[in-house]
Each structure stands twice: as structure tokens, then as C-alpha cells.
């Protein structure tokens, strides 16, 4: 006996494919908090160092971006590294907007420079956001056909099979099989349903 989908799943197949489903996290309050924190602690030194520092400092601190928007990414997923992709350019754009005394060199090439860490920014939380999610997604995957195989089979035996070390030509090996025979099971089966013969099995 195999399990079948139920309406509802086939009918989420069929209209958005099984494999085609949307399958975003939504950030828990910790990656939230740590990742904003992050991004408050990257403004507020970016701008100090245009305050105070050369151009080696505000190449640093134009840095520090990245870490709080991998962090949300990696932690989270696509959602919370959009978001926190998108919050950074907002904050290195406003820090670029206040008057500030740069460092020695060409203002103009660092003016580029900095303009084109906005969309970086955002396509850094996209992307890593995507990839994260996209990992968990398989690995949900994996251990969801490893938990459904090991209903039918021994944990051993799904693991060889999954591990790739079964032959397709079989293997050789000394087993003991147990065989049980149900007494008047033919006519116990005609009085009842399939879902309840099933049922009855289950509990045997």
C-alpha cells in the first residue's frame, strides 16, 4: 500500500507545480534585532569616518555593510536579507548626503565609488538570501524522502539506498524475514473498506 496525495496537494500541484511552491522564512526576532543592530553600528561609523577619518577608514567602513546584510541573509533568508540589503543602501545613501570633509583624494571617484555600493548592497541580501533559502528547500526535501523511504524500509537499508551503495544488480546477503499470515483475512477484508483494512494493518 502507497500513500496518495491528498485533493488539496494535488491541486497545489497542479497549479503551481510541486517543486515550483514558494518556500520563504520569516526571520525570528533575534536575527532581526542582531541585524539591525548591525546595520545602525555600520552607519553611524561610516560617517564618523568621513567626519574623522582618511579615505582608508571610509573604505573600511563602506564595508561594514556586508556584515550585517550576509548575516540576515545567511541567518534568515531571502526575506530578511531583501530587507536588510535594502536598509543598508538606504543608510549609505543618507550618510552620503550629509555634509562631510573627505579624505585626500579624487572626490569624484570616491563619489562613484560609494554610489555603487547601493545596488550592490541590495542584490548582496537578494542573492545570498536566495541561496540560502534554496539549500533549505533541498534539505527539507532530503529529509523528507529519508523519513517517508524509512516508513517502508529499515533505517539501514534506506541509508545504503540513499548513500548510493546498492547495486542495480542486487546484492548477496543472509537475512531472516519474518512471515505473517493473518488468519480468515480474505473475508475479514470483504466486510470492511480499503482505508479500514489499511488501518487494521497499520495496528497489527
Known sequence: WIPQASDHEIESMILFGKDTQAHFRLPTKHEFIVTLVGLVAATILHALSFRYGD???????????????????????????????????????????????????????MQIEHHVEIPFLIILGIITGAIRDHEKHERDQKNQISDQFGSYVSAEVRDDILRGNIALGGDEMDVTILFADIRNFTSLSERH????????????
Request: charged fraction near 5%; aromatic fraction near 12%; charge should be neutral.
Open 55 to 109: 579615505a582608508f577608514w571610509q573604505a573600511v567602513t563602506l564595508r561594514l555593510y556586508y556584515l550585517p546584510v550576509i548575516y540576515g541573509a545567511a541567518s534568515s533568508g531571502l526575506i530578511l536579507g531583501m530587507a536588510a540589503g535594502g536598509l543598508a543602501a538606504l543608510a549609505h545613501f543618507a550618510v552620503m548626503q550629509l555634509p562631510m570633509q573627505h579624505g585626500q583624494g579624487n572626490h569624484f571617484t
Open 193 to 204: 473498506t480499503a482505508a479500514e483494512v489499511v488501518t487494521m494493518l497499520n495496528q497489527y
